[in-house]
T-cell receptor, first 113, second 113 residues
Framework: NAGVTQTPKFRVLKTGQSMTLLCAQDMNHEYMYWYRQDPGMGLRLIHYSVGEGTTAKGEVPDGYNVSRLKKQNFLLGLESAAPSQTSVYFC????????????FGPGTRLTVL | KQEVTQIPAALSVPEGENLVLNCSFTDSAIYNLQWFRQDPGKGLTSLLLIQSSQREQTSGRLNASLDKSSGRSTLYIAASQPGDSATYLCAVDRGSTLGRLYFGRGTQLTVWP
């Protein structure tokens, strides 16, 4: 089992460019999450999904969109990148919601110039 | 809103010491609490998950306790080793079908030989 994988690992964008971060899990988990980690802020939830075809907003959703067309994949999109979106992005998954352990991917380090 | 605080922010100890990391949370109505380890530039590795009905969990040299009524958890590391050097994050699940985690900012641990 690969667990939770994320691509790419690193990316540098210019302001206004767009990109998609891919998260994949092979554990047949229903729930998937996107977090961002900033220095001194801890991890904050961007968007989440409770199953294939569903998505919902988390704590800091502005400037991001997501899609969950397949159960194993959760995509995070930036339509017009801004320097404030410079961060490390983590994807996580769990079998269901509460009472279940969350498993995290290795992260994507994004810099927006 | 659930707020999670970890004390100390950083800790440096010699190899072999037993140590305690602290985590406190403002809303005692939680479903579970999870401790993670994060190595520099890496993702999060789940160490222990304590359900709200449990008082503690153990894995090897790690022991985590939970006191819901006082809003506190501790992570005890026995006989610390240089390989334990990492940032330790505490996260709580407030209890919803989402399973959203609220993270503390972490304790950066350095164990020197």
């Amino acid at each position: 089992n690969a667990g939770v994988t994320q691509t790419p690992k690193f990316r540098v964008l210019k302001t206004g460019q767009s990109m998609t971060l891919l998260c994949a899990q092979d554990m047949n988990h229903e729930y998937m999450y996107w977090y961002r980690q900033d220095p001194g802020m801890g991890l904050r939830l961007i968007h989440y999904s409770v199953g294939e075809g569903t998505t919902a907003k988390g704590e800091v959703p502005d400037g991001y969109n997501v899609s969950r067309l397949k159960k194993q994949n959760f995509l995070l999109g930036l339509e017009s990148a801004a320097p404030s979106q410079t961060s490390v992005y983590f994807c996580a998954s769990s079998y269901s919601g509460s009472y279940n352990e969350q498993f995290f991917g290795p992260g994507t380090r994004l810099t927006v110039l | 809103k659930q707020e999670v605080t970890q004390i100390p922010a950083a800790l440096s100890v010699p190899e072999g010491e037993n140590l305690v990391l602290n985590c406190s949370f403002t809303d005692s109505a939680i479903y579970n609490l999870q401790w993670f380890r994060q190595d520099p530039g890496k993702g999060l590795t789940s160490l222990l998950l304590i359900q709200s009905s449990q008082r503690e969990q153990t894995s090897g040299r790690l022991n985590a306790s939970l006191d819901k009524s006082s809003g506190r958890s501790t992570l005890y590391i026995a006989a610390s080793q240089p390989g334990d050097s990492a940032t330790y994050l505490c996260a709580v699940d407030r209890g919803s079908t989402l399973g959203r985690l609220y993270f503390g900012r972490g304790t950066q641990l350095t164990v020197w030989p």
